[in-house]
């Protein structure tokens, strides 16, 4: 505990950068997965192969992702490449959460949003995307854990975050300093899980509590599929 | 396209088969770890799995687990376990290591598995007089097969990519050559390396891919096909878990 205590800048200063790091690819991932999952969900033919390539893209270890897209222009050794990494393991999970929360609308409701005359620009902003919350909203939250779980390998390319603690402690011997960092990482994925959680509540108040729903069985596949480190 | 030429050339040039780790034996070791720590998680968790689903008791504790472990970042982990257990069984502790970053997955496979089957189906095999013996291996471990092996498709990829992290702790494996790439500088070693990794990776997926469909009992499988929204969770995600 004492190395906790003299370390504090420290772990708060890595925190801040883990965070950058983190949330970056988190949102992005989000954006992307939009139009992609979309057009997936939309064109039937586009379905299949969409995400099937994206299923790939989660199989790809992290380590080799780094590599491939040095390979590709990104500088190797760069915090760019960690967040075009995360944010591409994120659009992996949510396209497919798209796909399926879209999938989960009522097609009554559509249905009736196209009778009293909505036009398909309006009806996806106000009708299907919103009835599609609580299954982004459990796509969203593996993706931030995973994200931000995953953000600590970042430190083999070099980049400052809470991995560093891993490294240097294990370079060190000092089994507090590994310590802090897993705990670190554990509590920021759970702060950031119970604000998406609460973003949720307060965007969808509509959304069912307790039964078990789409959403946790889309989170329940989302946990099966695949699994980077 | 000139690093992937270089990469190839780093990758088949006759020095791989020599030094102090050959390429074909870095690849033995991944495969080792891999197979080896999905194995004892499998006979771990697939039990307890299984006894989750039959019972219906201790999921809650089962998500909230599986939910955790997503956030435990896995270079931590080893790196924790190795200075834990001493460097001298390094082995040993990143086996732990593995062993419990794919016993989520497995565990999550086992008990969606049963799930996900219908309930009628199970009453059905009560009401011709099954024990609950029968009713497990007879119905409920056939019909949960397709997402188990899902679980464990996941747990292996997750492996995968870990074993190559835990290259940093000197484990060897593929990950040894990137790690060391890095530090040398040497990227053609790196990305051939890596190419090692993505098509490891990619392979072990489609293996499990086609075990997925081999383990579909009969009878299921065309059903499942004609109709793969009814029953929501269950069809889907074994269908989901095929296509990723």
New interface residues.
């Given amino acids: 505990m004492t190395w906790v205590f003299d370390n504090l800048d420290l772990i708060w200063s890595l925190t801040l950068d883990h965070l950058r790091q983190s949330v970056i690819p988190i949102v992005l991932g989000f954006v992307i997965a939009i139009p992609v999952g979309w057009a997936a969900w939309r064109y039937t033919t586009l379905r299949?192969p969409v995400?099937?390539t994206?299923?790939?893209l989660?199989?790809?270890?992290?380590?080799?992702?780094?590599?491939?897209l040095?390979?590709a222009g990104v500088p190797?050794?760069s915090e760019t490449n960690l967040i075009v990494a995360l944010t591409i393991y994120g659009v992996a999970i949510m396209t497919?959460s798209v796909t399926d929360g879209l999938?989960s609308v009522d097609p009554a409701t559509r249905d009736a949003a196209i009778a009293v005359g909505y036009g398909p620009w309006r009806r996806f902003w106000t009708v299907d995307l919103p009835l599609s919350g609580p299954v982004l909203l459990a796509g969203l939250r593996?993706t931030a854990?995973?994200t931000?779980?995953?953000a600590?390998?970042g430190?083999?390319?070099?980049q400052s975050n809470?991995?560093y603690?891993?490294?240097n402690?294990?370079q060190r011997?000092i089994?507090p300093e590994?310590?802090a960092?897993?705990v670190a990482?554990?509590v920021i994925?759970?702060i950031v899980?119970l604000l998406l959680v609460l973003a949720g509540r307060i965007a969808m108040p509509w959304m069912p509590r307790r039964t078990q729903t789409?959403s946790e069985?889309s989170a329940?596949?989302a946990?099966?599929?695949?699994?980077?480190? | 396209m000139n690093?992937?030429a270089e990469?190839f050339a780093w990758i088949f040039s006759p020095d791989r088969l020599t030094g102090s780790l050959p390429l074909p034996l870095a690849v033995w070791q991944h495969l080792a770890f891999t197979f080896g720590s999905v194995a004892i998680a499998a006979v771990i968790a697939i039990p307890l799995g299984w006894l989750i689903g039959h019972t219906g008791r201790g999921r809650e504790i089962a998500?909230a687990l599986?939910?955790?472990a997503?956030?435990?970042?896995?270079?931590?982990?080893v790196?924790?376990l190795?200075?834990?257990l001493g460097v001298v069984h390094k082995t040993e502790a990143a086996v732990v290591a593995f062993v419990l970053?794919a016993i989520?997955?497995i565990l999550?496979?086992a008990y969606?598995g049963f799930e996900a089957i219908d309930r009628t189906v199970i009453d059905a095999g009560r009401a011709v007089g099954m024990t609950e013996w029968q009713v497990l291996w007879k119905v409920e471990v056939p019909l949960g097969l397709p997402?188990l092996i899902?679980?464990l498709?996941?747990?292996t990829?997750?492996?995968?990519?870990?074993v190559?992290?835990a290259a940093?702790?000197g484990l060897g494996g593929l990950?040894f050559f990137?790690?060391q790439g890095?530090q040398i500088r040497s990227?053609p070693q790196?990305?051939g390396?890596?190419?090692i990794?993505?098509a490891l990776?990619?392979a072990l997926?489609g293996l499990f891919a086609l075990l997925q469909r081999f383990v579909v009992p009969r009878g299921v499988a065309g059903r499942g096909a004609r109709r793969p929204?009814e029953r929501?969770?269950a069809p889907?995600?074994a269908a989901?878990?095929a296509?990723?």
């Fill in positions: 299949g995400l099937t994206i299923g790939l989660y199989t790809i270890p992290s380590l080799g992702l780094f590599a491939l040095a390979a190797l050794i497919r999938e593996v854990t995973s931000i779980s995953l600590t390998v430190v083999l390319i070099g809470l991995g603690l891993f490294t402690g294990f011997r089994v590994i310590l960092g897993v990482v554990v994925a759970l899980d789409r069985r329940a596949r946990r099966l599929a695949g699994g980077v480190a | 690093v992937f990469a998500v599986s939910g955790a997503r956030a435990l970042p896995s270079l931590g982990l790196v924790l190795v200075l834990l970053l989520p997955s999550a496979g969606a997402l899902g679980g498709r996941s747990a990829l997750q492996v995968v990519a870990t190559t992290i940093y702790v990950g990137i790690i890095i990227f790196i990305l390396a890596s190419l990794v993505v990776a990619l997926d929204r929501s969770g889907t995600a989901a878990a296509t990723s």
